[in-house]
């Protein structure tokens, strides 16, 4: 069975940076497609970042230039950096795993893996 755990949230002023780590077991990192997504309170889940298990990398439009994801197949984990934090990045984030993502990356109903989630909050 696959678990994914998220670790790194916390507390931050805005622009300041963060950076989250999602470890996954059971399988290995190049073996999944591993995503990162956030849910700010009263909205939808969004996509943030995927790194395929082709080690391809995805962004949101959203985000794209200030967050960065980045695999260490080491040790069966995705990094998400992210800098010049704004209060409206305050959201729990989500790490999830499935397999080959492809051009469905940024749909939430194809992972099937998901962390705990790690609460992020930004200050203004």
């Known amino acids: 069975e696959i678990q994914v755990a998220e670790s790194g949230g916390g507390s931050v002023q805005a622009g300041g940076s963060l950076r989250l780590s999602c470890e996954t077991s059971?399988?290995?990192?190049?073996?999944?497609?591993m995503a990162w997504f956030r849910q700010a309170p009263g909205k939808q889940r969004e996509v943030l970042g995927t790194?395929?298990?082709?080690?391809?990398?995805r962004y949101s439009d959203s985000v794209k230039g200030r967050l960065t994801v980045s695999p260490d197949n080491a040790i069966n984990t995705l990094n998400l950096q992210m800098n010049g934090l704004k209060p409206e990045d305050t959201a729990m984030y989500y790490c999830?795993?499935?397999?080959?993502?492809?051009?469905?990356?940024?749909?939430?109903?194809?992972?099937?893996?998901w962390g705990q989630g790690t609460q992020v909050t930004v200050s203004s």
């Open positions: 999830a795993a499935t397999w080959a993502c492809g051009n469905s990356w940024s749909a939430e109903s194809i992972y099937m893996y």
């Open positions: 790194v395929d298990s082709d080690s391809t990398i």
């Open positions: 059971g399988w290995t990192r190049t073996e999944l497609c």
